[in-house]
Nanobody
């Protein structure tokens, strides 16, 4: 089991940027994959980005070219750099580790 804690959410204007952090309780190389999900009010939770222990990444079509997932093994932390944010990116963002260990989420609101 892995504990993860998200941070970095907030209110940003359209076109702005935010970086989310997900701190894990153990060495992230021992976790087969870590991912960011999001859930907007009234919508299903959707995967945004994923990074495997080997470093392979994948993104939802809606964020390709705007979001980047990365990691810092020294800090056991995975990041989600979000650029060119749009109002439709507004959601609660969750970090997931392995087969189903979730954080509490961090709210991202994109609004002018």
């Amino acid at each position: 089991q892995v504990q993860v804690v998200e941070s970095g959410g907030g209110l940003v204007q359209p076109g702005g940027s935010l970086r989310l952090s997900c701190a894990a309780s153990r060495n992230i190389f021992t976790i087969n994959a870590m991912a960011w999900y999001r859930q907007a009010p009234g919508k299903q939770r959707e995967m945004v980005a994923i990074i495997t222990s080997g470093g392979t990444t994948n993104y939802a079509d809606s964020v390709k070219g705007r979001f980047t997932i990365s990691r810092d093994p020294a800090k056991n932390t995975v990041y989600l750099q979000m650029n060119s944010l749009k109002p439709e990116d507004t959601a609660k963002y969750y970090c997931a580790a392995g087969a189903g260990d979730w954080g509490q989420g961090t709210q991202v609101t994109v609004s002018s």
